[in-house]
């Protein structure tokens, strides 16, 4: 088990940027860790994976080309640029230290903080 702290979130105004910390208890690097944002209402939206060790990582589709995860140690990052209004949603970060294949799908992973809300609007 890991314990799984976020922050960073905020409201921001359509274009600006934000940086989301994940900090684990321990080191990352032996897990998968892993970005999901909720809207209520709606499923967990895979916003991006960093793998084991850091050298696979995949983006989801709203986030690809504006979004950037990467990690140190015990925390992970996702820096999100060009900030649009439906990224609105609160931002989770997971972990898992069982091995997941391309599909990151939330119920692979078993360690989950309690969220950041990121606000964009004018």
């Known amino acids: 088990q890991v314990q799984l702290v976020e922050s960073g979130g905020g409201s921001v105004a359509p274009g600006e940027s934000l940086r989301l910390t994940c900090t684990a208890s321990r080191s990352t690097f032996a897990m998968n860790v892993a970005w999901f944002r909720q809207i209520p209402g709606n499923e967990r939206e895979g916003v991006a994976v960093?793998?084991?060790?850091?050298?696979m990582i995949h983006y989801g589709e709203s986030a690809r080309g504006r979004f950037i995860i990467s990690r140190e140690q015990n925390r992970v990052y996702l820096d999100m640029n060009n900030l649009k209004a439906d990224d609105t949603a609160m931002y989770y970060c997971a972990a898992t230290t069982s091995p997941i294949s391309a599909s990151w799908h939330p119920d692979l992973f078993d360690n989950w903080g309690q969220g950041t809300q990121v606000t964009v609007t004018s």
């Open positions: 960093i793998y084991t060790g850091g050298r």
